[in-house]
């Protein structure tokens, strides 16, 4: 796999709960409790943003919604950091697991007013053809979404990504499609701590033993079969898997397996605290 990094204290990672969303066909993220089912004909969603942190730097993976949601803001990542006693000026790199508005919404806010980038100090990776895509649209969204994008490619230390790329020798970047055209796998391995995340892909703790294909997939046959080669590689070399959008244990390992009831799933306890 990727070289190992000679560094002798652990990596440690940690969900940053932004909070449970019901969001119907509007495709607005309206705010409930984790344990509330979501309205009628919605879909559940809870966000998870990840910090990793390490001796030499300071990683985000996906970034939350910032200010597109009901009750949402850029304030709230910054809070959560905060408590890990991370500043915004520290996050050195922004892994985006793909281009949705609830994985990159963070990335700027306008709080005071006008769009500021909420790292500054931060480099943006991002699969370079689909940035091309998203940008080359005359709209991202809607006018205010399309007017964040733009805000970001000016002003943002941006950086593309190949389909297999290794930006650190920690960390390594693929393209798996399924959930978006370019939707991209993080593997980080240090030599101490092993993570993934591979953005809605594989999202959340339920998805581990279902096969099933979503109609909100770009191509629903490749998620399914993109799931089952991450868990496979996941489980054989002892990754923590981190579920972006899990309501209860966005940190989880899958600690066994057999053919009749699949893998078995071990929780990890994190601080999800709203």
């Not at 999202?203 to 770009?218: C, L, S, T």
Request: glycine share 6%; proline share 3%.
């Amino acid at each position: 796999m990727q070289t190992q990094s000679n560094s002798t204290t652990t990596s440690r990672a940690y969900p940053l709960y932004e909070g449970t969303f019901s969001v119907g066909t509007d495709k607005k993220f309206n705010r409930i409790d984790r344990d509330d089912p979501p309205a009628k004909g919605a879909l559940k969603i809870s966000l998870n943003p990840f910090l990793i942190k390490t001796e030499e730097r300071n990683y985000l993976i996906d970034v939350g919604i910032g200010d597109f949601g009901e009750d949402t803001s850029t304030e709230t990542i910054k809070e959560n950091l905060a408590a890990h006693d991370v500043a915004d000026f520290e996050i050195t790199d922004i892994i985006c697991s793909h281009l949705h508005y609830d994985h990159i919404g963070g990335l700027a806010g306008r709080s005071s007013g006008f769009w500021e980038l909420t790292f500054p100090d931060a480099r943006l990776w991002v699969s370079g053809k689909d940035w091309e895509k998203a940008t080359g649209k005359d709209t991202y969204y809607d006018d205010e979404k399309t007017q964040f994008l733009h805000f970001i490619d000016a002003r943002a230390d941006l950086h593309f990504l190949e389909d297999q790329d290794q930006p650190y020798p920690e960390l390594t970047v693929e393209k798996i499609g399924g959930h978006t055209e370019f939707s991209q796998v993080i593997w980080f391995d240090d030599g101490h701590a092993r993570y993934m995340m591979a953005g809605d892909v594989l999202a959340v703790r339920g998805e581990v033993n279902r096969k099933f294909a979503a109609k909100y997939d770009y191509d629903p046959d490749r998620s399914m079969e993109a799931r089952k080669e991450l868990l496979k590689k996941a489980y054989q070399e002892e990754y923590t898997i981190m579920g972006y959008h899990d309501s209860h244990y966005p940190l989880f390992r899958l600690s066994d397996y057999n053919e009749k009831q699949g893998y078995v799933i071990e929780n990890i306890e994190a601080d999800v605290s709203s």
